[in-house]
């Protein structure tokens, strides 16, 4: 597979685009493409081809692909299927190595369709071609900018470089994905919606993302398995190294009948899945937004030394919420050492209540935080430090955020689970510039540190073995 | 139970307060009270006491509540615990009928608290005077503005005028569903955080909301019952008439002693009460959004004529969720009638997939979804349709809305699963502003309206017959 690696790169920093599938049409999906690359501010060539027009979008179309004056990396497809298959040849011709096509109308669509796709993945790979698609959303790099999303800036935002590869087979769930780390402010490595994956397929984006350096976790998405045996073998050598996270749609029947319509692939029984993905060391979310809430907590932290999870709130509704769900979630709210019960009751405000959480009430500051905080992550049976803020309450003023951050120093894990409107809003994204992961719910945090914690046990690695921590 | 009504008017609709517990210190629990009820325009008369302070954010302070002019409704009380008993006279002597007492420091911490908390129910009882609390939130009548509320407006939006009745026992739930329904647009009816509830309980909260004409539909969230058979005899009572949600934390043994030192009373075995609530026709949610979205979707409809689960969509994506999805939350997607199925492949462009969802594609545009959603709607064994939005995609102009709002008169349950960032959240406003409930994720949106289903089905009532649709 090693040859996989120099060939996926050309879909991500192509120094040329071939973008077929231009027309007259403002709305038309090849005008789509081309308006993203040029509003992403694309480094490279961009050659939009078209047998007619001059110019599209200020930029000079050329008649065909043999008419280009350079070799072309990357060729784009957005034209009816039928288009494709003469182009092959003049591909060849200027070394085309990558292809996108993004139209549909294959093997999803009809018999027919899908013959011709096989026809075109013959074809393109006999000339030593490889093709992302059909049918699909296709690439987007945050550093070069390439990208066959046909979606306007104004209509779906881009999250900045990080850290996270995502691997979608749905157009409507990478819209979903991506807009939300955007407005998470979670950076991605790579996006990949691969539709019809009818040549390179989630296997190979895996293997890619294995051994890109840019990637440390993986958010894969996808309705079936082209091969599934060769995606476990992949996913088990890659999920040592880096986290991945899965979500599987097209679970029972009827929903593999919608699958096979929408990318021609057949799903497999769900049960059996979940337990091969476990074996694989996959970590599996039930919902979309499971699926990004870890995806977040995993690109703030590698994992948890155990499964004690400390809990400080101004707010006992949420720590009863935080230890009814600890259990479900293969957590424990510790029995605090009694020199850290001894330490609080000391240091804290009389009203404090040492508990199972250690409940700051209503009328806690800043400095109370401070002060529990500080023992609790001294505990050494607190893994986790999940600390619960009704910042609506006017006693916990704005050095809340450099409060709880500032503990990141103890190298344990620390969330936050905070609710709330315009006000709190702000003190949540500060929270998260300064590293702090926070969820708007108390299950979704307890969710999420579950599958935190679960992964360290998996492994077997303890948090202080695991290296590149806040990095 | 008929003289809990008139009470309990004297919390949402005093014409005058008289506020215990104003302090110099402008953070101190009884100016924040004070500021809210200046803040919001409250009407009636409010009378700050204070032994010395002349003035309190510019309202001239009494100094005894002898001293007061008028007879005073409500007496809320943000003191330490032992200012109250003395203040009981007073009070009685200007036919204060109702209490609130805000500050904690009673059951919920020691078993002395538990003593004084006890002795100020009988002694306010036996002067006529009934309480809500101690150690608790408080009320928020949205059109009175008769409000304990010790939030700013700053740091805590508030809901407008509308028909949920939000009953909770923890100031931090209260805080994140009041912030949750103003932000959605979504109005309160009378909100009640009763913390320790010493005297008036959920079933007289609940009782009074059976009869409040404002109260259309009532969300609960506690974390134990002072009395769990008359909470459930009530509970059966109103739950014919109106929808209640209820979401019980404090579960586990665990969480049981958390209860028990946060408002001084046990829990009692979850499994059984699910069964019991069940019995009692009340709607159980598992988490904090799983309860929003509930009493979200019941805030636009009654409840649905059948289990039947139409599914329009751009984005396949989301409708292979939503087909995994239908049986667990007791929804089946139709075999829609076969004329149906004849005129949608005569009438919608030819790449649009006619299966368990009728899939209009990435190019679908409102007039794909205005003839798709028409046919549909009219399909005798589409009960509800669901409508998946990938707003982002070009080809779906804003005359979206319009088209899917417009689709309420057929009196059909509309559901849309719309994701996104700035963009998508302008035209997710504008459906919900026009009727139509808006779900993030399509698991999400299956869940609700499994739960809208659910009670159509328990208490054997038709759509049709439910009075009051989309009022």
């Known amino acids: 597979m090693s040859s996989t690696r120099p060939l996926l790169d050309y879909f991500f920093a192509p120094k040329s685009i071939a973008l077929f599938g231009i027309t007259a049409h403002p709305h038309g999906l090849g005008q789509q493409i081309l308006r993203s690359l040029i509003e992403g501010g694309y480094q490279g060539e961009i050659y939009p081809i078209h047998s007619q027009l001059r110019h599209s979008l200020g930029l000079p179309c050329f008649a065909s692909l043999d008419e280009v004056p350079t070799d072309v990396d990357l060729a784009v497809f957005a034209t009816p299927p039928q288009g494709i298959l003469p182009q092959l040849d003049s591909c060849a011709k200027r070394r085309v190595k990558a292809m996108i096509i993004i139209s549909g109308g294959f093997k999803e669509k009809t018999m027919e369709g899908g013959r011709l796709q096989d026809q075109i993945v013959a074809e393109a790979n006999s000339r030593g071609i490889r093709i992302l698609g059909p049918n699909c959303q296709g690439v987007y790099d945050p550093k070069t900018k390439a990208q066959t999303l046909f979606q306007s800036y104004e209509r779906l935002l881009r999250p900045g470089p990080g850290k996270i590869g995502v691997i979608t087979q749905s157009t409507a769930l990478g819209c979903t994905i991506l807009e939300w780390m955007a407005e998470e402010g979670l950076g991605v490595s790579r996006f990949i919606g691969y539709g019809n994956r009818a040549d390179l397929d989630e296997a190979d984006f895996l293997q890619y993302l294995k051994n890109d350096i840019e990637t440390k976790l993986i958010g894969i998405h996808t309705e079936s398995f082209r091969n599934g045996r060769r995606f476990l073998e992949v996913a088990q050598l890659v999920s040592d190294r880096k986290p991945i996270i899965i979500l599987k749609s097209g679970r029972n029947e009827k929903a593999a009948n919608n699958v096979a319509t929408h990318t021609g692939s057949l799903a497999g029984s769900h049960k059996v899945q979940t337990a091969l993905f476990r074996q694989a060391g996959l970590i599996e979310a039930d919902t979309i937004e499971e699926f990004m809430d ?37 957590l424990e709210v510790p029995n605090y050492q009694q020199s850290t019960r001894e330490n609080l009751r000391q240091i804290l405000p009389p009203h404090a209540i040492i508990g199972d959480a250690i409940d700051l009430m209503g009328s806690a500051t800043s400095e109370d935080y401070r002060l529990a905080m500080e023992l609790m992550l001294r505990d050494e049976r607190v893994n986790v430090l999940l600390v619960c803020l009704v910042l609506q309450n006017t006693f916990l003023d704005a050095s809340i955020v450099d409060v709880v951050s500032g503990m990141l120093r103890t190298r344990k894990p620390i969330v936050v689970c905070a609710t709330g409107g315009p006000f709190s809003k702000r003190r949540i994204a500060a929270l998260q510039m300064n590293g702090i992961p926070v969820f708007p ?30 990095e």
């Open 441 to 470: 719910t108390p299950e979704r945090a307890t969710r999420a540190i579950g599958h935190l914690v679960a992964r360290g046990e998996r492994t077997g690695k303890r948090l202080d073995q695991l290296p590149g921590l806040h």
């Open 294 to 330: 870890t995806l977040k907590i995993y690109s703030f932290y590698e994992g948890a030394a155990g499964k004690g999870l400390g809990i400080a709130t101004n707010g006992a509704g949420f720590s009863v919420i935080v230890t009814d769900l600890a259990e479900r979630y293969g």
